[in-house]
């Protein structure tokens, strides 16, 4: 045997031309056909003329199925049957429900005619569940962007919020305690303070309102932000006196100067002051949110004064050390803010601190709302899912002739079954489809109704997430609309329904061989040797213009 090159193209049409054999055949036999016709078919390819494997492909063709043909009437017959009946290994026969590519793009194909066939009920169906569909993935990509998608920084799960307490109530920091804080703690790695100083730029004559942030000199080094263009702060620029820097935000950079680099290092005006631009933010960056640029805090002596402690006017942003617990750090703080309280009784008295995660902090006031949008969108779902089923169980119960038509001609429940749950399936993913459109459009309707303090509003959008999203709940969706229709007599009664009263088959079934089983094996060969027959005409076809082994055979 001339063995075959590792090419797959070569080997995929004998794959599947040897998917045509009996299974008991196809289990035994299929290696090494498969190889003898590569082999064959490579050998043949080297020969001069025209179309050299030609004959290759129309005599295996045929003996393919002509052993097909001659294996349906061997089980049609009644010895068969009866050494089926009495258990004779030799007549059992693998069957198993198949779920191969065939059977289901077959199914498919049905319940795409079945919604042709019922336009109306088919609409109203897909324009239900794309609604649900459709609620459910705008409120995903609001859960998503605001509470589940972590922050645009590195090691987020590090960044967390420092929160000083008065009586047990968050309050804002104090400066003087805030160094304090940073000179005894061992838990962080980095920590740093902001304020709000919102300012107006000054450029070609033109006043831009820009929503600014005074930060530390540790803030972008906190966050773990590296500058696109230029540096970010240094301890030098938190002296007071000293010369006044500022970073800019990405949209800023392109909004006012036109994203020209030469704007590094140049001085601009913000209300009247000249500011340094000393770096320009990544694209995304934007913390806190909204910001558009960050300025230098420079404290004064009189604002890091002791007399200034119970000054409350910054926010503060810690990262811990690899590897430390927020429980760690918040013991930590604690320890501090006891020391602090016994050293400065008059203002640190009823003062402590809390460590909660950055994107808690952000979003803590939004979570329950959100949360409860979302569990009230699921709910719309399952009523959809729960009304649509109900008509699927209506149109399922008129269906129970069809169901023992396909009974009768050799399908069994399993079939029954998968051709129920293919028809949800292609129902809620065509409503999956169109809920995405649907979601798109109402996208922004949804943007305008939140509030607008709502955090991380930015990040909202339909993205590839919400995408998978819809096309889970559309697969789901899809099962749950199948398993009450499964249920119902279409599916478990047809054997019922199709079984004949008085007959020759219930007499062998009396007897112990399945009657159905029977009907379906002798059904095979006579419409293989009738639908030929009927094309050329004739009205009837005898047994005995069979092939001779063929008949046999039977």
């Known amino acids: 045997m001339v063995e075959p090159p590792s090419d797959e193209r070569t080997g995929r049409p004998f794959e599947r031309l040897l998917r045509n054999l009996p299974s008991r055949v196809r289990y035994r036999l299929f290696k090494p056909a498969y190889e003898d016709l590569r082999a064959e078919h490579l050998v043949r390819r080297q020969r001069p003329g ?22 349906a009437c061997y089980r049609a017959t009644p010895g068969f049957l009866f050494r089926r009946a009495h258990g004779s290994p030799a007549a059992t026969v693998r069957r198993g429900t198949s779920w191969s590519l065939d ?11 079945l919604f042709y066939k019922q336009p109306f009920f088919s609409g109203a169906a897909v324009f239900v569940m794309a609604l649900g569909i459709g609620a459910s993935v705008v409120m995903f990509t609001v859960v998503d962007a605001v509470l589940l998608r972590p922050l645009p920084f590195p090691d987020a799960n590090r960044l967390v919020a420092i929160e000083e307490t008065s009586e047990g109530r968050p309050s804002s920091v104090s400066p003087v305690n805030f160094y304090d804080w940073e000179r005894q703690a061992q838990s962080f790695s980095s920590m740093a303070i902001f304020a709000e100083a919102n300012m107006t730029l000054a450029t070609g004559g033109e006043a831009i309102a820009v929503a600014g942030i005074a930060v530390s000199s540790r803030f972008f080094s906190t966050l773990g932000v590296q500058m696109a263009l230029g540096r970010h702060f240094s301890p030098e620029d938190d002296r007071a006196g000293g010369p006044l820097s500022v970073v800019l935000s990405h949209g800023l950079w392109l909004r006012a100067f036109g994203g020209r680099h030469d704007v590094v290092g140049q001085q601009v005006a913000f209300d009247g002051f000249p500011y340094t631009v000393i770096g320009i933010a990544p694209r995304g960056v934007a913390y806190p949110e909204g910001a558009e640029a960050w300025f230098s805090l420079a404290l004064s002596d009189r604002s890091l004064a002791p007399t200034a402690r119970g000054a409350h006017w910054v926010e503060a942003i810690g990262r811990l050390e690899p590897g430390t617990k927020i429980e760690a750090a918040q013991a930590e703080m604690n320890r501090i803010a006891a020391n602090l309280a016994a050293a400065y009784p008059r203002t640190n008295r009823s003062s402590g601190a809390k460590v909660v995660d950055l994107l808690e902090s952000m979003t803590g006031s939004a979570r329950p709302a959100l949360l409860l949008l979302f569990g ?12 649509v089923s109900g008509l699927l169980m209506v149109r399922a119960a008129g269906r129970r002739t069809e169901a023992a038509i396909r009974a009768a001609l050799g399908a069994g429940r399993m079939a029954l079954v998968r051709q129920v749950m293919t028809e949800s399936i292609v129902l809620a993913s065509v409503a999956g489809g169109i809920g995405i459109t649907m979601a798109s459009w109402g996208q922004n309707l949804l943007l305008a109704l939140l509030p607008s303090d709502l955090p991380r509003a930015s990040a ?3 993205d590839l997430r919400a995408v998978l999203f819809a096309m889970a709940v559309a697969l789901l969706a899809g099962f749950a609309l199948g398993v009450l229709p499964a249920c119902t007599p279409f599916a478990s009664r047809a054997r019922a329904r199709s079984k004949p009263r008085g007959t020759t088959a219930e007499r062998l079934e009396a ?4 009657a159905p089983s029977w009907r379906r094996r002798l059904r095979l060969p006579s419409s293989c040797w009738l639908a030929p027959a009927s094309r050329r005409g004739a009205s009837c076809c005898s047994p005995r213009s069979l092939p001779g082994s063929i008949r046999a055979a039977c």
């Open 460 to 462: 909202i959008g339909l």
């Open 511 to 514: 007897r112990g061989c399945a």
């Open 103 to 113: 059977m289901l793009t077959r199914d498919v194909r049905h319940a795409f005619r």
């Open 376 to 387: 009230s969108v699921g709910c719309l779902l399952t009523i959809a899912c729960v009304n």
């Open 50 to 71: 025209r179309l050299p494997g030609a004959r290759l492909w129309c005599s295996t063709l045929f003996a393919l199925r002509v052993l097909a043909l001659v294996a």
